[in-house]
Structures are given as structure tokens and as C-alpha cells.
């Protein structure tokens, strides 16, 4: 095979005229030539179909290091490309070539790469088997760091299928491994991800840890790719902080997060971090403070085409203005909420706007109109395949029981209340038990006084424990003293 030394200088115009002097077993040198500069030029898609002429050139010669090497590269340009299945079925070979020629460290590497390649797919199984073949094969060639990096996909899909403490095995061995290679950057990304599986298993102060770790990691390093982690990682530190009923110091960081995310000029994180401490300043009940954070995060959303994040921004948006008492605003916000999601959205769109349809079935309760709560109930807003989650199902029946009791229709309100006594009271779901519990013992107060004043004190004691003080209170007066006055909770 010719020396391709001879025509790295040459144009492209100059290298096409030479190929075709060329027999097709003398092309390799130029054609390597070729994809390495529609690589470089980020043409991926021309990339791997040069790395594909190589590949069959090196299967006609049977010269199986050139076709590993081929496949490798056409890999690399599909997985560039976000063409994932091809990019793992063409890893996968490269590996197996690789493997046969006894070159195991670059198996490996492939091997890892095809792990990535699935991940990027979604496919969590296909992943974890993926990632357990290519730490055992970094392993055992002493590759630490690309064992580290692996163990690292697979705790991100383990997480992903709902395995959080098998995650966080696999995140400390990632960080062993990583620490022993040296690759603190990487470190630092194990660190992070370890705070998130730890966040959510409601360990706020181990999750605080190490991403506060993970920071100092992240902020001693001069590489400017990574400049947007110090923020990302500020933002993930407030959200343990509001956790723990920090919220002051959630949101003074929060504030440092948005100034360098502003100096990035990155829009999508200053809308999420927006949010955040208008949910904070909610929990301390700055609620006009909130609404403009709200806004804020709103607006900024919309911007990027976060519609999700943006009806989350209206929802608790609505919540202050009813927590303010201004329940025509709250049911005009929840109204746009209801009406944001179209028929080919994705469910979680749908979600967000059937919790619209709830929150405005609370707005009309506040404002006593009873009718236009069972005509919305018995109308609801729904979408072809779509199944609203069960809680926000029974939220919106305890709200229509409540109406009918207001309206007098004792026996029918009756039957939705023994009925959902049962339900919520399987699911531990407070707020709509306490509700079903409130309609039932007010019923039942001129026939069944002591099942009555059971079923008030059911309700008094869980509007209580979910911060529901204004409801407790209401009822209390029955046969209680006053509870003292505190802040409600979202759960309107």
C-alpha cells in the first residue's frame, strides 16, 4: 500500500484526480485523507460513508486491522452524527475485530463508546450490559479512567430504570476509578450525578455534599467548556437548600447561578433558576415577589420553547395570586394553563394543563361557584391516549364533592365521599383525604354525631400535617379551639 505522506498537502480537488489513478487496493491512504477533513469539517454523514469505502476495500484485501480501524471511524461519524443504532452495531464490530486481533485496550474503548451509543438511544438495558462488557475489559487492561467513565453510564441508566441505590454504588466505584486515572473533570461529573441519585431519595445533605464537591472541582479548573457546570451545580446546591427549609440561602445562591448563567448567555438555566426562587420566595411568603420571579420564568421559558418549565411558572404563579386571594387572576392563569396543551403534545404538556383544570376547579370553589365546578368536572379537558396520573384524578373529584355538598346534593356527595375515603386513604394522598373527610363529617353531623366528629378530626389532622393551618382552623371551631395562624402550602 502507498505512503499517504504524499498527499497530505494536496487539495481535495487534487486528491479526487489522484484517486482515480489509483487501483482500488492503493485508494485507503487517500480516502483516510478524505474523511479525516469531512470530520474535521464536521460532514459527518460524508465521513462515515469514506470510512465505509475503506472498510469494504479492507474486507476485499482481508486485511482486518484496516477494517477495524474503519469501522471505528464510521462509527465515530455516525455517533457525531446522532445516528446511535448504527453507531453501536458498527462499534460493536470494530470491537469484536479488535478483540480477535488482540488489541483488548482499544476494544474496550469502543466497547465504552458503544455503550454511549445506546444510551443516547434511551435503551437502558442494552446500556448497563454495554457498560458492564467495557469496565470489565478496562479493568482488566488497567484502563482506570475508562473503567471510571463507564461505571459512569451504567449508574446513569440505572437510575434511569428507577435502581437509584445500585446507581450510587456504581457512581463511588466510578470515582475510585476516575481519582486513581487522574481525570478530575470527570471526578467532578460522578460527584454531580451521585448528588442527584441522592436528591432523590431525599437525602438532601449527603446529595449537598458532593455536589459541593463536585463545585470546587469545577471552579478550580481553566477549561472554559466547563464553565456553565459552576452554575448548573449552584442550581442543584439551592435545590437541597429549599429542601431543607433553607430558602433564604437557596435563593442568594440561586441569584449568583442567573448572574453567570447571564454572563453565558445561556436562557433555558436562567428560566429553571427563575422558577426555583419563585418557589422559594412562595414557601416564605413573598408572594408578590414570587409573581414576578414567576413571570421572569415564564416569559424566559416561552422564549426557548420550554413549554413544560413555562406552565410550571403559571401554575405556582396562580398559586400566590389564590394564596393573595385574588382567585379571578388565579382562575385566569388556570384557565391559559388548561388551554396550553394541544392533541399531538407530549404527556407531559397534557399533565401540566390538567393540573390547570384542578387548580381552576379550586379557583371556583374559592369564588362559590358550585355550578360551574360540577359542569367543569363533568366536562373535563382530555386528549386521545392520554390518562390524567391518579392523584390529580382524585383531586379533581374531592374538589366536585365538595361542590355538590355546597349545593345540597347530600346523597350523591355522600357516595363520591365514602368512595374516596378509600381511594386517598390507600394512596396516603392528605389534602384530598382530608377533603373527602370534611364533606363526610359535615354530612353526617345531625345523624352520626360521633362518626362525624371522627371523621372532622381525620381532617383537621391531616390538613395539619400537610400545612393546610386556614383549613384545619375552619373546622376546628366544630369542637376545637383555634390553631394558630400559618402560611398554606401549595396544595390548594
Known sequence: MINSEAFEGMTDIELLAALED?????????????????????????????????????????DDDLKASALANEADALLANDEYAEAAAKYEQAANLFKQLGMQRRAAKLLYQKAKSLFNLDDEELTIAAATEATEFALVEGEQGLAGRSLLIRAQSRYYLDKEKEAIEDCNAAADNLKIAGLSDSVADAYEFLGRCLWFLGQHKDSMSYLQKSLVIYQTTLKQDLKSKIPEIQQKIALNLSALGRYEEAISLLEKAIEAFQGLGIIDWIAICELDIGDALQQIGQDDQAIDRLFKAETLAESVGDRERAGRALHYRAISLHTKEKYEDALDLNRRLMASAKSDDEDA?????????????????????????????????????????????LSAKSRYCFALFRLDHKEEALKIANAGIAEANSKLWRVDLAKFFEVRGLLTRSTHERQSDQDLANAIALYLAAGRFESANSLAEYFLPKFSEHRDTKSI
Open 349 to 393: 404538556i397534557k399533565q401540566m394543563s390538567y393540573v390547570g383544570f384542578v387548580r381552576m376547579l379550586g379557583d371556583l370553589i374559592a369564588l362559590k361557584r358550585y355550578e360551574e365546578v360540577v359542569n367543569c368536572y363533568l366536562n373535563p379537558i382530555s386528549w386521545p391516549d392520554f390518562v390524567p396520573p391518579e392523584e390529580e384524578l
Open 22 to 62: 489509483l487501483d482500488e487496493s492503493e485508494q485507503p491512504p487517500i480516502l483516510e485523507i478524505q474523511r479525516d477533513r469531512a470530520y474535521k469539517s464536521e460532514k459527518f454523514a460524508e465521513a462515515a460513508s469514506l470510512a465505509f469505502r475503506i472498510s469494504a476495500i479492507a474486507t476485499s484485501l482481508k
